[in-house]
């Protein structure tokens, strides 16, 4: 059985994530930088387990939050001590010595990890490239390649934070490369040399068919693994360009059939989800040629409008304009066009490159369970840094070896089945009651109140305890979801409505 987290982001919400943790350093012992960077992105067993003695935080002074320069308290010793008594103890295997479950390819072309960077600012230099391949990514799609001349306005991203502080939604209104095709293909020219293992995925756009054709030609030319057809831009200052082309499937299936004209290399469509359904675009790039499809690519929106100045974010002298919405927020969206595409059989055989949202590796999975054969990331890597990489890699290699699978590629699509694009499929005659874990209550009440007002008033309230009234419950499971202390989960209880 995999552990549900014991141990989560919340308990440690202040944390800052620092860059050359001031708790590492005060600590003689063991990292609790790297142990808290570890639980936010979901690794606590792996975390726990390299704790090096039992009950070690119970003997020290805590000089690691007396170092801490977070100004709300981080409760580190706790944690610790928690990670040790409840956490190692549970956890069902050791840390594997080898990562070969993560090896697999894209379109035949081996790749060491499922893991690239995907198009965008985070992959636009050679020093950028150079030092996310040191930090363990297999590859990475180049931001963007044209011909145009890009002028970027100032700001240029906009947020929407979590509780903690963090980036949940992003907004961000960037278009192209801004360097000329010439210092890009010397970058990429470079990158091959010094990295030959590395998959570069050259992302392309072409105003006609002719700089489709010939852009593709030249990344070729210049070292690149792959090609994937930026069809998906929402922020171009053109019309007819980026999102403007994914929306046609016409133009999807010509320029995809101009590019493979230019190139021998696996071509991937790089696709937009400003659409109601993603198959029209899919089909038209495998019949153009296309060897697989990446998605998604940013979603418009609006975000963060002024009460002040009326103007939404980021505001460019008092103006402002839609924009492409990427982050976790935007994750269930990416992964119902990844579940399309992959159950769509028209596209069976292709690669599906998926993206959106990702931070962690079990987003990563879940992108895997749904058809994606690798995986691609930006907004976390801006927010946290090419870091993430050694906790998607081995959180990914942790799962995969309790689960006893031995190749990351025996799972993709794994979950396809159970994904149905209506909901006539489902069985509605039981119903699934919650239960409630007396120990873990505090007693807050949350429950009742949204059960009351947003459910079917089948929660009381007495001595600060709920009481489910089973009359009365439809086992919606809003309660599980409120419980600000995980204390309601699913129950084994289920009745049939069937007379
Ligand atoms: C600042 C920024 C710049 C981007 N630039 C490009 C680009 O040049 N080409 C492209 O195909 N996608 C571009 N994207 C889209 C990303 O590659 C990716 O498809 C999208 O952000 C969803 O993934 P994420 O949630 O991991 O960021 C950009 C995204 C961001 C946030």
């Not at 639980?39 to 726990?48: H, S, V």
């Not at 180049?142 to 979590?162: M, N, Q, V, W």
């Not at 360097?179 to 010397?186: K, L, P, Q, T």
């Amino acid at each position: 059985m995999i552990l549900e987290n014991i141990v989560k982001r919340r308990d440690m919400v202040s944390c800052v994530l620092c860059q050359d943790p001031p708790c590492t350093k005060a600590c003689k012992k063991m990292d609790p930088g790297k142990a808290l960077f570890r639980i936010w992105f979901d690794n606590q067993d792996i975390a726990a387990l390299e704790i090096p003695e039992s009950n070690i935080c119970a003997k020290c002074d805590a000089h690691c939050e007396a170092a801490c320069i977070s100004r709300g308290r981080v409760p580190i010793q706790r944690i610790m001590s928690t990670l040790n008594k409840k956490v190692t103890p549970e956890a069902e295997i050791d840390i594997p010595e080898d990562d070969d479950r993560l090896k697999c390819d894209l379109c035949g072309i081996p790749l060491e990890n499922p893991f690239l960077l995907s198009s965008s600012v985070v992959a636009s230099t050679y020093d950028m490239c150079a030092r996310a391949f040191e930090a363990g990514w297999a590859g990475a799609c180049f931001k963007t390649i044209c011909s145009l001349d890009i002028h970027e306005a100032s700001p240029r991203f906009s947020a929407i934070e979590g509780d903690s502080g963090s980036i949940i939604g992003f907004k961000n209104i960037e278009q192209l490369s801004d360097h000329s095709v010439a210092e890009n293909m010397e970058i990429f020219r470079r990158l091959k040399e010094k990295y030959p293992t590395k998959f570069i995925l050259a992302s392309i756009m072409g105003q006609n068919e002719e700089e489709w054709e010939s852009l593709a030609r030249q990344c070729e030319e210049n070292g690149a693994d792959a090609i994937e057809l930026n069809f998906s831009c929402p922020n171009m200052q053109e019309d007819g360009l980026g999102s403007d082309i994914g929306q046609v499937p016409e133009l999807v299936e010509r320029f995809t059939a101009a590019a493979k004209r230019g190139t021998k290399l696996p071509v991937l469509a790089k696709l937009t989800p400003n659409v109601a359904t993603m198959s029209p675009a899919a089909e038209a790039a495998i019949r153009g040629g296309a060897d697989g499809i990446a998605a998604i690519n940013t979603i418009k929106s609006i975000i963060g409008v002024s009460p002040y100045t009326y103007v939404s974010a980021p505001a460019v002298k008092g103006k402002s304009a839609i924009g492409g919405y990427s982050g976790n927020a935007v994750k269930p969206i990416a992964l119902r066009f990844i579940s399309e595409i992959g159950q769509n059989p028209k596209c069976k055989g292709a690669h599906i490159s998926g993206m959106g949202g990702i931070e962690t590796w079990r987003d990563a999975l879940e992108f895997i369970l749904m058809g994606a054969g690798s995986i691609q990331i930006t907004t976390a890597v801006m927010q946290y840094g090419y870091r993430i990489i050694d906790e998607l890699k081995d959180g990914l290699n942790y799962y995969l070896a309790q689960m006893g699978i031995k190749s990351v590629k025996d799972i993709v699509g794994a979950g396809l089945d159970s994904v149905s694009d209506t909901t006539d499929v489902l069985e509605r005659d039981t119903i699934l009651f919650p239960k409630f874990d007396e120990e873990k209550c505090i007693g807050c009440g949350r429950c009742v109140i949204s059960c009351n007002d947003g459910g079917h008033q089948a929660i009381s309230f007495a001595n600060r305890r709920p009481k489910l009234d089973g009359s009365k419950c439809v086992g919606c499971h809003l309660c599980v979801l409120v419980c600000p202390q995980d204390a309601i989960s699913p129950g084994k209880k289920r009745i049939s409505r069937k007379k």
